[in-house]
């Protein structure tokens, strides 16, 4: 009797953890929502991502609380915004000893993995297994860090996190657990290397341009003063491919340079000038995101695939997700870090058989803040001992959002100084409006989502939207207060730099 009983509670037990899905996430760095076809691009297409999107549901409103790598990372781990997880720049280095959704994972008997890009500085906590590139990262020949050390990889960074991601659920897991897996590219990441499938693709297509290509920032302070990422001045002679790129294998480089030089030396031939060098340099950028894309849609593919010839389908969770948004020559940029909404909002796309309904699309207010929660919720976890800031999609992706969900979205951005030199700023977007306060200057900027959707038009002091504004100013009074954010009273010039030590100088001399 005690065996019957003993066997009974194993197999039910058994059953209990069985019905616990896996989750295979699904990462890429600076991947907007505009160079994905399930969200309507003009400019390319992603079967693979459409795939997730039509067997499951598409996010048409997923905001990031700060809009660049690092600290979207962080928030993504902790559940946190950034003043409370602690990396609020990407200067910054994780403290990896607080409480994430991984450790969370880990406790409650889910194995937990990730491979591909980390870039928190501190080495991953949390995982059983993980494999992650240094820092950024190059496109190819990567060395790759583990607890076993670091090795560097031949080949293209894509196919190759895409390969240790299919090995391990293929050779390596424990396969009486759920899986939480998460698969993290470096693409399409700055300086967007093409890789040796995609060199040629776009050959014979001329990309067109964003409405707002060639935005004069009117109006908008900050964008008109300081920024540095404008396709018409700051690419680089190596952004642009004009220069070979380095690391790369004689093979690589020889396919590199059949597809790059014939092209340069055409540019160089005709000598272009003003706008039509503008719409080169555009051109040759946008077509190498593009391509850099196209390589992880293909490796999304090989995924599914396997998902599907393994049986595991049916049991996994599939998410894909970028760190931010991105401009794709909007307002006549590159990179990310604004309030707009190109890099506010991040594509979002889920499956789940069986919970979430095919073909589905939500609109609801969601963000990277709430993905920590979510695959707590989805394990079963009830109880997390540390309160975090968001909350759990899966009513959402049950087609049961709760009455009292958000309708107002927080956001920080605080690297300034830094790359590309955006001044902070903190604001609100509510499903109508955006203010936003660059706090640093003093300058403020409200929109009309609805009569302005391209946000042209900074309507901030006009007496038509006094009452707008005022109540703008409400909402972000009371979410800086749920979120308990501080001023930031971090200085805004860099610290001068430190005069160089005089031994240290003479023993240079004499050395010299
Ligand atoms: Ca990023």
Redesign the pocket.
């Given at each position: 009797m005690k065996t019957i009983l003993f066997l009974l509670s194993m197999t039910i037990a058994g059953t209990a953890i069985a019905k616990r899905p896996n989750i295979l996430f699904i990462f890429?760095?600076?991947h907007g929502y505009q160079a994905i076809s399930a969200y309507g691009s003009n400019r390319n297409k992603t079967p693979n991502i459409d795939r997730i999107a039509s067997e499951g549901m598409r996010f048409e409103n997923c905001f990031v609380t700060n809009?660049?790598?690092?600290p979207?990372r962080a928030v993504i781990l902790t559940g946190k915004h950034s003043h409370i997880n602690g990396f609020m720049t990407n200067g910054n280095s994780f403290d990896g000893t607080q409480q994430t959704f991984p450790k969370l994972l880990q406790k409650t008997g889910y194995q937990t993995a990730i491979f591909g890009k980390w870039?928190l500085k501190s080495d991953p906590t949390g995982f059983d297994v993980w494999q992650v590139l240094l820092g950024q990262g190059p496109y190819y020949n990567p060395p790759m860090k583990s607890p076993a050390g670091t090795k560097k990889i031949e080949g293209y960074t894509t196919d190759i996190i895409t390969d240790l991601t299919l090995s391990w659920l293929k050779n390596d897991r424990a396969k009486d657990k759920p899986f939480m897996l998460m698969c993290q590219h470096k693409a399409p990441?700055r300086n967007w290397q093409p890789g040796p499938s995609h060199l040629e693709t776009y050959n014979d297509v001329e990309m067109p341009y964003p409405e707002t290509f060639w935005d004069d920032y009117k109006g908008r302070t900050a964008a008109a003063s300081s920024q540095a990422m404008t396709v018409a001045r700051h690419l680089s002679a190596n952004d642009l491919k004009l220069n070979q790129p380095r690391g790369l294998t004689s093979s690589q480089l020889e396919s590199w340079n059949a597809a790059y030089e014939p092209k340069n030396k055409k540019f160089r031939e005709a000598k272009l000038e003003g706008k039509e060098r503008i719409k080169w340099q555009y051109q040759r950028y946008v077509k190498d995101y593009l391509r850099c894309v196209a390589s992880v849609d293909d490796n999304i593919g090989r995924l599914l695939k396997y998902l599907d010839e393994s049986g595991l389908a049916k049991d996994t969770i599939v998410i894909y997700s970028?760190?931010?948004g991105?401009y794709l020559g909007e307002h006549g940029w590159y990179d990310?870090r604004w309030m707009y909404e190109e890099s506010f909002k991040t594509p979002l796309v889920a499956r789940w058989p069986g919970v979430i309904k095919p073909e589905s699309v939500n609109r609801d207010f969601v963000s990277n803040l709430d993905f920590a929660q979510t695959f707590l919720d989805i394990a079963g976890v009830k109880q997390i001992p540390e309160p975090m800031q968001g909350h759990s999609l899966v009513p959402v992706f049950k087609g049961n959002t709760p009455k009292d969900w958000r309708n107002s979205m927080y956001y920080h951005y605080y690297e300034f100084p830094g790359a590309h030199s955006v001044r902070r700023h903190y604001g609100v977007r509510t499903e109508k409006h955006k203010l936003i306060h660059f706090y640093n200057m003093e300058e403020w900027e409200l929109f009309d989502l609805e009569k302005d959707p391209n946000e042209l038009k900074n309507v901030y002091g006009n007496p038509t939207y006094s009452e707008t504004q005022s109540k703008m100013k409400k909402e972000l009074t009371r979410l800086r207060q749920l979120y308990k954010v501080p001023e930031d009273t971090r200085p805004v010039k860099r610290a001068p730099k430190k005069p160089r030590d005089k031994k240290k100088k003479a023993a240079e001399k004499k050395a010299a």
């Open positions: 890429t760095d600076d809009s660049i790598c690092g979207s870039h990441h970028s760190d931010q991105w990310k």
